[in-house]
């Protein structure tokens, strides 16, 4: 497993991280703690959650229930809370299930973290994550019709200037080491490193944005301002939600599968996604890889890349994901794999 520097944190993760988003509807309780032993026997030392899970479905019922799954292995393994990096999530505005949808302020900064704290049973947060953006994002298939506009640039700068104040009072007090974003733009993480610079308040450490070989728009922009500024991705769905692994090849809908519980995936499935991931199998099929293997190994070149977020959902999923976990892609592979993508660029 690689080692990776978290920002200018000094924290180092491993460039595989354990998600955790199925803990508690589709991964039952005994099996997440399972699945948090064998991550950490492997090696990777960083697990991801956030406030509003589990997913599959989102219900006012179960939120919360992922934090407190992994609250309930911390204090039965008290001794290894140090052996990995925590990274959790402040669900921000729109939610109604969580504080009526209210935004990211520096009111409910303090509320969210003391929440997270306690259902996790630890005394600190390594990562601090900001869910989506209050202004809107483009992620999510929301690129093609999300527009910069609608909102006062300086109300925009002065709550994230009230952010960062409620951010540093946290470090101040222990409660968190490290601060990212999720769901971001470029422009957005660029205010958020120079107010931070200005301030001397956290400065962002990550940003956790969809990415893979099926999503690569943080290839331009995203990509230049991260290398540059040392903030480095956190890729969700680098599997392109299961797409990836060729499981839903020809029709296929396995029994308990996120598409068997979001028939879309998210906006995800089209007519073009399977023709490209159809390009995808040939290459792993004529070097002999596994898919799964193939497109974390390939996530893991990327040169803004900290570390590839896969989820499993059963215990043999995870086996699988570490079977693979020393992959090494040669120039041959990659070279390949960008050809495709540009037959395939954007499918969907």
Known sequence: MQMKPLGRTGIMVS?????????????????????????????????????????????????????????????ANAARRGDYILATKHSGEGLSFVRDGAPITGKTIPEAIEGSLKRLQTECIDLYQFHWPNRGSYMFRQNWDFAP?????DDVLGNMQECLEALQAQVDKGN?????????SAWGTAQWVRLAEKMGAPRVAS???EYSLLCRLFDTDM????????????????LGTGLLTGKYQGGAVPDGSRMSLSPELGGRKSDRVFDAVAAYLDVAARHSLDPTHMALAWCRTRPFM?????GATTVEQLEHVLAGADLTLSDEVLAELDAAHKAHPMPY
């Open 176 to 184: 968190i080491r490290a601060f990212g974003l999720s769901n971001e």
């Open 223 to 238: 990509a230049e301002l991260c290398v540059h500024e040392d903030v480095g991705l956190m890729a969700f769905s680098p």
């Open 207 to 209: 940003i956790q944005n």
């Open 15 to 75: 460039d595989l991280c354990l998600g955790t988003m199925t803990f508690g509807t589709q991964t039952s309780e005994a099996d997440a703690h399972r699945q948090m032993e064998m991550a950490l026997d492997a090696g990777i030392n960083f697990v991801d959650a956030a406030e509003m899970y589990p997913v599959n479905p989102v219900s006012k019922e179960t939120i919360g229930r992922t934090e407190e799954i992994l609250g309930n292995w911390n204090a």
């Open 306 to 310: 900290i570390s590839a977020i896969f």
């Open 149 to 153: 506009t609608g909102h006062n640039t």
